[in-house]
């Protein structure tokens, strides 16, 4: 059974930092694109960061620069450590993944930045 849990979230000042975890299992974990979504109320999902396989990590301009996407295969496990962190990152993260027609997703794990 495919199973995605998301940890690590909490409350932060603006200007902080978190790292959230993505622990999959049921996958052949090294073999798939891993992506970080995020949502808030009454916005649409919005895709953070992208690691693929092979290494290489995409970010929207929005996070670009303070998100930084990883993962290590040994654990089946993906990170994204979020640095200058700001109000309008409050959102529940959620990470990803794509197998042939199915997509899965963790429960989601809330991170709220503020004063």
């Known amino acids: 059974q495919v199973q995605l849990v998301e940890s690590g979230g909490g409350l932060v000042h603006p200007g902080g930092s978190l790292r959230l975890s993505c622990a999959a299992s049921?996958?052949?974990?090294?073999?798939?694109?891993i992506n970080w979504y995020r949502q808030a109320p009454g916005i649409q999902r919005e895709l953070v960061a992208t690691?693929?396989?092979?290494?290489?990590?995409n970010y929207p301009d929005s996070v670009k620069g303070r998100f930084t996407i990883s993962r290590d295969n040994a654990k089946s496990t993906a990170y994204l450590q979020m640095n200058s962190l700001k109000p309008e990152d409050t959102a529940n993260y959620y990470c990803?993944?794509?197998?042939?027609?199915?997509?899965?997703w963790g429960q989601g794990t809330q991170v709220t930045v503020s004063p």
């Open positions: 049921g996958i052949m974990f090294n073999r798939y694109t």
């Open positions: 990803n993944f794509r197998r042939y027609a199915a997509e899965y």
């Open positions: 690691v693929t396989a092979g290494g290489s990590t």
